[in-house]
């Protein structure tokens, strides 16, 4: 369990970290927090973001499991290309071959996180993550730096084959160059969670944490009786500016459990607020949460949380600890614990 304190002569003094991170990574391009508006008019278009992986520290193969773009006004009904494509050369993307891709209903506002039922594995250095958008679309884009690494495509009058970004009539960067001659003066709200291959969500399995580990940090939810979290993480890694808050919810409105996965237990609806409000993306450092499973499933529990919309389940790295399972989470949602099968 990570950031675990104890008191010694008055001062907090951090312990061993111990290994439970997913190692994945959230990769964005955006450089500040100030917001301009995006409006897609004329043309259904598609709008995406090229990272680079070598640069960014990704080891290869990597799977990557969700990706994100920030919305202003969204045009429900109208179905959404979610496409992923790894470029071995870098430069433009006209080469760029399709690793992944799925339809969704973008229908609010605010950060909106599509997560692949089977996380998309890529094997060349650059990859390309793009949203192809109806007309009325409106997106958020920061205000920092250049746009080359945002790129424009559309076909006039029509659609162009997702799968083949050469066959748009217009492909290229936002930076104010033909063909597209559209300067955003930043990049497009667009990020993506990656791991590398084996290192995912999806490479999981119960380790046992350290004997000598203090659980005195630990703290029981009062609407929760089975869930703890880790108070250090937020009075001494968040400086008592962040609040964690849990309720038990019903399972009629829980998310159906991961395929090879049967959930157990009690779900959970858990929230985290800052003075800014609630917390709708991923917090920079996790807060450990502990869940004591039912005796016969503690050799086995898994700890879950379900997130964006519609909230799907991730299955978390998790260390037991005598008779709770700990899982680090960064994300508000639903909890809960599984075991496979």
């Known amino acids: 369990m990570k950031r675990l304190f104890v008191v010694v002569l008055l001062c907090l003094l951090m312990l061993t970290a111990l290994p439970i991170s997913a190692q994945e990574q959230t990769l964005s391009l955006n450089g500040n927090s100030q917001n301009a508006v995006w409006f897609i008019s004329g043309e259904a278009s598609l709008v995406m973001n090229g990272f680079d992986l070598n640069a960014a520290g990704i080891a290869l193969p990597a799977t990557i ?22 470029d071995a050369n870098g ?24 997560n692949f039922p089977t996380p998309v594995t890529v094997s060349q250095p650059a990859v390309w993550v793009g949203f192809y958008l109806p007309v009325n679309f409106e997106f958020l884009a920061d205000t920092s730096g250049s746009s080359v690494l945002t790129y424009w495509a559309w076909t006039p009058n029509g659609r162009f084959d997702v799968t083949n970004l050469a066959s748009a009539q217009v492909l290229g960067p936002s930076d104010g160059s033909a063909p597209v001659n559209i300067d955003m003066g930043g990049k497009a709200r667009i990020s993506l969670e990656i791991a590398a291959a084996g290192e995912g969500v999806n490479a999981v399995a119960q380790t046992i944490g350290a004997a000598d580990v203090s659980m005195s940090v630990l703290q029981t939810f009062a609407e929760c009786q089975a869930l703890q979290w880790d108070t250090a993480d937020e009075y001494v890694s968040y400086r008592d500016n962040l609040n964690v808050h849990c309720r038990e919810v019903s399972s009629q409105y829980v998310a159906p459990a991961p395929e090879g996965y049967t959930r157990r237990g009690v779900a959970y609806d858990m929230q985290f607020y800052q003075q800014s409000g609630i917390v709708s ?5 996790a807060v450990t949460h502990c869940i004591r499973p039912a005796a016969e499933d503690l050799d086995l529990a898994l700890v879950g949380n379900a997130y964006g919309f519609p909230r799907t389940w991730r299955i978390l790295p998790t260390q037991r600890y005598g008779d709770v399972v700990c899982a680090e989470i960064r994300r508000g949602g639903n909890l809960a614990y599984f075991v496979p099968g």
């Open 65 to 86: 499991s969700a990706v994100s773009i920030s919305v202003e006004t969204p045009t429900p009904g109208t179905a959404v290309d979610v496409v992923i494509f790894q």
């Open 91 to 114: 430069g433009s993307p006209v080469d760029a071959a399709l690793a992944g891709q799925t339809q969704v209903d973008i229908t609010q506002a605010g950060v909106f996180t599509v």
């Open 281 to 285: 993306g991923r917090l920079p450092i």
